[in-house]
C-alpha cells in the first residue's frame, strides 16, 4: 500500500508540472483559438532567464520573475509580430497560424541552441527546496511539494483572476466571442496580449520547474513536453483552467502508475492513448463544461 | 562540332569531374610524397535532441581544434587537412547517406567521426567496402572494429572496462546486492547494463531491482522509488549522456542512500556538480588529470582557444584526428591501405588518453582509470579511498 502511495504521491508531482504548462497553453487556446506551437520556447527562453538571473547572484525567487518576465516577452512578440498579424488577414486559416508557430519555434529554438553551442547547462538547485520528509511511511520530496503548491496557487489565482476582475472578465468575453466584445466596447487585442502575457510567463515557471527537477536545461528543453501539455490540455477541456490542471494531473498519475505497475514503455505512450480515447468519447474534455472561457 | 569547341568541352567535361571529386585528388603533391590537401569525413550529431548535441558538438570543437593545429604547425609539411563535417543528427538514414557521400561521390581520405553507435553499426560498412579508413570517437558499444579491419575507434568499447573495474569496485564496497538503472530506449547502454549484471552476478552480487528510464522522462522518481524498495548495497548506471545529472539530482528527493557505480557520463561537470552525485565511482578513458601524452598540451590549447574547459568528448576527437595524421605521417603516403597498416602498428601515440596504440582488436591500448566524485570533482579511486556524503 505504502508502495502505491509513494508512486501517486510521484504521479501527483509530476502532474503539477505538466498541469502549469497546461495553463498556459489551455489560455491561448481557448481564448485566441490559437494551437502554439511555440509555446515550448517560451518555456526554454524563460528557464534560461531564471538560470541567467541565478547567476547574477539574484535571489531565487526574483530570478524565477526574471525568467516569466523572459518568457511572457518573448510570447507578446510572438503574438504582435506573427499571430495578429497573420488573423488579421482574412484568407489565413487556423492551420496556417498553427505551421506559422512551428517555423517561429524552430527559429526560436535554432537562436538559443547558437546561443548556448548546443551545450547541455547545469541548472543549479541551490536556493530551491531539496531532499525529502517522510510522511506516513512516504517520502515527500520538498521540490516537488513545492511545485504542487505552486501550481495549486497558480490555478487558484488565475481562476479568480478570470472570475472577479475587469481584465479577467474581458477576456472571457473575448473568448466568447470576439464580435460580440467589441459591440459591447472592449478592445480585443488587449485581451490577447495579456493571454498571451500569462501563458508565456506560466510556461517560463514550468520550465524553471523542470530545470530545478532535472538539474540540466538546453536548447531542446522544451522539446518533449510540448505534445504532453497539449495532450493535457484535451484530455481536461480546452480553455478550461480546472480542466488544465486536472489532464496535468491525470496524466502526471497515470504515467507514474503505468511505469510502476506495467512499463515505461507503455507510460511513454499513455499520453497520447488517453487523448485519444478522450476525442473519441469526449471530444470537448473531461471539464469542458466548466470552461471559463469559451464554454 | 569544330575541333576547338569539342576541346574546350572535353576541357570543361574534365574540369568539372575533377572539381566534383573530393578526396587528394584536386591540389596535386605537396612535395613530400603527400598530397597537398587531405580530407577528413566527420560524420557527427551535432543537431537533434541536447543529450546527443551536446556530445556530438564538442566532439566536432576537438576534430577542428586538432586539424588546425596541425596544419599550422606543418605537422605534415605543405600538405593540408580540410575537416569535412556533416550532422547527421542522430539518424541512421542520414549517416548511411553521409556515408554512401563520402565513400563514392566525396572519396574522403580518412573518416574520424560517428557519435552513436546503432548510426556507425549501420553506416560503418560502406566505408570497410570503399577500404577507407574510419576512426571512430564516442562509440561506446561493442561490435565497432568487428565490421573490418579499416576501423579503429579511440573509445574502448566500455564493457571492457567494467569488465576490469567493476569487481575490484564491488568488492571494495562489499555489496552483496545490486540494482540497475539503464536506458531501456538504447540498445547500446541496455547491452552494457545486461554484461555488467552478469559480471556481478557472476561474483555473487545478487540482482534485486532493474529499471528502465527512457529519453522522454523528465522525472524519474517512479524507478527510483521501486529501487529503495529492493534496498539494493550499490546501484550501477547505464544511461545516457544528459540522464545523469537529473537521476544524480532526483535521488536525494527520492530519499535514497546507496553506493553508487557510474558510467562514463559521470564524468561531466554537470553530473558533478549534483550534491547527489558525491562519492559516485566510475570507470573512463580520459581525464583532465592524465599528466601523460599530449593532454596536459591539449587542455592549455583548448582552454586558449575556445575559452572553456575541454570535455572527454572533444579530447577523442582531438585524439583521433591526431591519429589519422601521425599514421598518414608515418606510412608516408595517404594511401588508405598503408594509413591503415599504420594505425594497426602505432605503439607509442602521444594522445590525451596518454601513450598508447592500438591492439589486435584496433581498439587503444589503455586500461581506464577508476575515479570518485568527492566534493563536485573528480578524483582518483582506489580500493581504500574514503569519501562521506
Known amino acids: 500500500m505504502s508502495y502505491f502511495a509513494q508512486q501517486l504521491v510521484n504521479g501527483i508531482a509530476l502532474g503539477s508540472v505538466f498541469a502549469v504548462l497546461a495553463l498556459g497553453v489551455s489560455l491561448v487556446w481557448g481564448v485566441l483559438d490559437v494551437l502554439n506551437f511555440s509555446h515550448a520556447q517560451f518555456m526554454t527562453w524563460g528557464v534560461f ?62 537562436v538559443i541552441k547558437k546561443l548556448t553551442h548546443s551545450e547541455l547547462r547545469s541548472f543549479t538547485s541551490e536556493g530551491f527546496p531539496s531532499g525529502s520528509i517522510p510522511v506516513a511511511g512516504i517520502s515527500i520530496g520538498l521540490l516537488p511539494l513545492a511545485i504542487f503548491l505552486t501550481s495549486v496557487v497558480v490555478m487558484v489565482a488565475l481562476a479568480l483572476w478570470l472570475a472577479r476582475t475587469r481584465l479577467g472578465r474581458e477576456l472571457r468575453t473575448v473568448a466568447y466571442s470576439r464580435e460580440r466584445a467589441e459591440i459591447v466596447g472592449i478592445n480585443p487585442r488587449t485581451s490577447y496580449v495579456i493571454a498571451f502575457v500569462i501563458s508565456g510567463a506560466l510556461a517560463a515557471l514550468a520550465g524553471t520547474f523542470v530545470g530545478a527537477e532535472t538539474a ?11 505534445l504532453i501539455t497539449f495532450a493535457a490540455v484535451v484530455i481536461g477541456g480546452m480553455g478550461s483552467i480546472p480542466g488544465a490542471v486536472l489532464g496535468g494531473l491525470v496524466l502526471g498519475i497515470g504515467q507514474v502508475l503505468t511505469a510502476a505497475f506495467i512499463s515505461q514503455s507503455v507510460s511513454d505512450v499513455l499520453a497520447f492513448g488517453l487523448m485519444v480515447i478522450v476525442l473519441l468519447v469526449r471530444p470537448t474534455g473531461l471539464l469542458r463544461r466548466q470552461a471559463v472561457s469559451r464554454a | 562540332m569544330p575541333k576547338a569547341s569539342w576541346r574546350v568541352s572535353v576541357a570543361i567535361f574534365a574540369g568539372i569531374l575533377l572539381a566534383g571529386c573530393g578526396g587528394s585528388t584536386p591540389g596535386g603533391q605537396a612535395g613530400n610524397g603527400l598530397p597537398a590537401n587531405l580530407t577528413i569525413g566527420a560524420p557527427l550529431d551535432i543537431s537533434g535532441s541536447a543529450s546527443v548535441a551536446s556530445v556530438g558538438a564538442p566532439e566536432q570543437e576537438g576534430e577542428q581544434l586538432a586539424v588546425d593545429e596541425i596544419n599550422s604547425s606543418g605537422f605534415l609539411g605543405k600538405t593540408k587537412l580540410t575537416l569535412k563535417v556533416v550532422d547527421t543528427q542522430a539518424s541512421k538514414e542520414l549517416a ?11 572519396k574522403v581520405d580518412g573518416i574520424v567521426g560517428f557519435t552513436l553507435t546503432p548510426s556507425f553499426l549501420a553506416a560503418g560498412p560502406l566505408a570497410q567496402r570503399a577500404g577507407i579508413p574510419v576512426i571512430t570517437v564516442d562509440l561506446s558499444g561493442t561490435g565497432i572494429t568487428e565490421v573490418g579491419d579499416y576501423i579503429f575507434r579511440v573509445s574502448p568499447a566500455l564493457v571492457t572496462l567494467f569488465e576490469r573495474s567493476d569487481p575490484i569496485i564491488v568488492k571494495a564496497l562489499k555489496a552483496k546486492t545490486a540494482a540497475y538503472i539503464y536506458s531501456s530506449d538504447s540498445s547500446n547502454t541496455a547491452a552494457q547494463k545486461d554484461f555488467r549484471k552478469k559480471v556481478l552476478e557472476g561474483l555473487g552480487v545478487a ?51 546507496v553506493a553508487q557505480m557510474g558510467d562514463v557520463g559521470w564524468n561531466s561537470p554537470n553530473v558533478m556538480a549534483v550534491s547527489g552525485s558525491q562519492c559516485t565511482i566510475f570507470t573512463t578513458v580520459w581525464d583532465p588529470s592524465i599528466s601523460t601524452g599530449r593532454n596536459p598540451h591539449f587542455l592549455t590549447l583548448y582552454q586558449q582557444k575556445l575559452s572553456k574547459p575541454p570535455t572527454q568528448y572533444a579530447a577523442w576527437g582531438y585524439d583521433g584526428v591526431w591519429l589519422y595524421a601521425t599514421a598518414v605521417k608515418n606510412a608516408g603516403s595517404a594511401n588508405p591501405a598503408k594509413v591503415r597498416d599504420a594505425l594497426a602498428s602505432m605503439k607509442d601515440f602521444q594522445g590525451t588518453l596518454g601513450v598508447y596504440g592500438f591492439g589486435p582488436d584496433r581498439a587503444p591500448t589503455v586500461s581506464g582509470i577508476n575515479l570518485q566524485v568527492n566534493g563536485g570533482k573528480a578524483v582518483p579511486w582506489t580500493p581504500t579511498s574514503t569519501c562521506s556524503r
Open chain 2, 96 to 106: 548511411v547517406q553521409t556515408l554512401t557521400d563520402m565513400t563514392v561521390r566525396d
Open chain 1, 216 to 226: 540540466l536545461i538546453s536548447y531542446s528543453s522544451g522539446d518533449g513536453l510540448l
Open chain 2, 207 to 257: 540482482t534485486v531491482a532493474e529499471q528502465g528510464v527512457t529519453a522522454a522522462q523528465i522525472d524519474y522518481q517512479t524507478q527510483l522509488t521501486a529501487i529503495k524498495r529492493a534496498n539494493p548495497d550499490v546501484l550501477v548506471f547505464d544511461v545516457l549522456g544528459g540522464q545523469d545529472a537529473t537521476l544524480a539530482q532526483q535521488i536525494k528527493q527520492a530519499g535514497l542512500s
Open chain 1, 49 to 110: 532567464g531564471t538560470a541567467f538571473g541565478i547567476s547574477h547572484g539574484l535571489p531565487v525567487v526574483v530570478a524565477i520573475v526574471v525568467g516569466m518576465l523572459t518568457g511572457a516577452t518573448l510570447a507578446v512578440i510572438v503574438e504582435e509580430v506573427v499571430i495578429t498579424p497573420l488573423k488579421r488577414r482574412a484568407h489565413v486559416d487556423a492551420s496556417s497560424i498553427v505551421v506559422a508557430t512551428i517555423g517561429v519555434a524552430i527559429v526560436l529554438e535554432t
